[in-house]
Each structure stands twice: as structure tokens, then as C-alpha cells.
């Protein structure tokens, strides 16, 4: 039931680019993403539903390819605050449940 | 606006102790969930409600129980502590209508610090 996420962990330079991949074996009909820093909990950062929508505020952006089953969070300019490890989450939209995925540990260096 | 509130921030218990994360939240959210995050892991489900009276497993549910008599309180109970439930506990919370959790924010806890020794 719990998306899988790639890669597991990412090394950047600031100001370079990074995409994160959140895969379901389950139909979707959302996809959230959060960021969470260490020893804090997670952070919303942005809701794209069924429809292929593409979403982003900032320099980050993500997409949903519902046929795919796929997300993929966009990061450009990546900048130091952007360090974390990142969550997709998933709703079916059958029953109530959410899961979040694997995680995604994404380190931004000078 | 407190949002939603976890306490204890941290704990150690025993093995074979039983206890009780407290949540509340003040949005008046439907929906409830708890998680566990393990080290360097993500989030699993532990258990979650859509709403008052109506509460539901999740993926790990083995060891822990929840009741939620009120739209605000959605405690989670520990019986029978074990060292593998030393874990990261979230709360959270979101509001919806329709088609689950879709389409809405779920808001998290600040977390609770559990060790079982």
C-alpha cells in the first residue's frame, strides 16, 4: 500500500536541480507532498488531484500522471532551506485511508 | 491557533507498561490519523477516524488502540509495551468531504518521543 519513492537520498550542489519520483501499485486520486526537517514533523507543501494536473509555487513544482500512477516533485535552484527528506503521500480515494511514501533525503550543500 | 496538540512530547516506558498519546486538535477536522515513524523511515498508519465515534486500521495497527469520542480528541493507546514500538508518534488531522483525505492539507503534531526499555 505504501508508495515508493526515488531516489532514497540526494546530494546537492545550491543551485542545482533535483526530481523526486513517487510510484503507487494503486490507482490514485491525489497526491500530496510534504517536506520534513529533522526532528520535526511534516510540512504540507502542495495537493495535485486526479486530472494530470502540474502544480508548483516558488521554485518547486510536481506532477501527477494518473495513468502512470506517478508523481514526480520538481526542485530548481535548489537553495539550502530545501534540505529535508521529502514524503509523497497517496489516496486511493476509495476508503479513507492516506499513506505516505518511502521518503526521500535530500541534502543541499554550499 | 494551536492546531493540532500531542502530548507527551517524550516518554520511556517499561516493557509490559501501557500508556496513552494524547491528540487534540481545534479545526474541527473529520479526519484523524496516527502514524509511527521508525529512524530514518517514513510514516506508517497506525490507525485513523473519519469522525466521532468511527475509527479504523490502519498498517500497523498490532499493539495499539483508539477511540475517538469527540470530533477533537483522537487518543492512541499503548498496552503491553514493547521495545519495537519505540518509534516517533504523529498525530494529524484534515478536513473532508466527499472522497477521503483528497484535496485537503493534513495538518501534523509537533510528535511524541517514545522509548521502551
Known amino acids: 500500500q505504501q508508495p515508493v519513492q526515488s531516489p532514497q537520498a540526494v546530494i546537492l550542489r545550491e543551485g542545482e536541480d533535483a526530481v523526486i519520483n513517487c510510484s503507487s501499485s494503486?490507482?490514485?486520486?491525489?497526491v500530496h507532498w510534504y517536506r520534513q526537517k529533522h526532528g520535526e514533523a511534516p510540512v504540507f507543501l502542495m495537493i495535485l488531484l486526479k486530472g494530470g494536473e502540474q502544480k508548483g509555487h516558488d521554485k518547486i513544482s510536481a506532477s501527477f500522471n494518473e495513468k502512470k500512477q506517478q508523481s514526480s516533485l520538481y526542485l530548481t535552484a535548489s537553495q539550502l532551506s530545501y534540505s529535508g527528506t521529502y514524503f509523497c503521500g497517496t489516496d486511493p480515494g476509495t476508503g479513507n485511508q492516506f499513506y505516505f511514501g518511502t521518503g526521500t533525503s535530500l541534502t543541499v550543500i554550499p | 491557533n494551536a492546531g493540532v496538540t500531542q502530548t507527551p512530547k517524550f516518554r520511556i516506558l517499561k516493557i509490559g507498561q501501557s500508556m496513552t498519546l494524547q491528540c487534540t486538535q481545534d479545526?474541527?477536522?473529520?479526519?484523524m490519523y496516527w502514524y509511527r515513524q521508525d529512524p530514518g523511515m517514513g510514516l506508517k498508519l497506525i490507525y485513523y477516524?473519519?469522525?466521532?465515534?468511527?475509527?479504523d486500521k490502519g498498517e500497523v495497527p498490532n499493539g495499539y488502540n483508539v477511540s475517538r469520542s469527540t470530533t477533537e480528541d483522537f487518543p492512541l493507546r499503548l498496552e503491553l509495551a514493547a521495545p519495537s514500538q519505540t518509534s516517533v508518534y504523529f498525530c494529524?488531522?484534515?478536513?473532508?468531504?466527499?472522497?477521503?483525505?483528497?484535496?485537503?492539507?493534513?495538518?501534523f503534531g509537533e510528535g511524541s518521543w517514545l522509548t521502551v526499555v
Open positions: 494503486k490507482a490514485l486520486y491525489s
Open positions: 479545526m474541527n477536522h473529520n479526519y
Open positions: 477516524s473519519v469522525g466521532a465515534g468511527i475509527t
Open positions: 494529524a488531522s484534515s478536513y473532508s468531504i466527499g472522497q477521503g483525505a483528497s484535496g485537503n492539507t493534513i495538518y
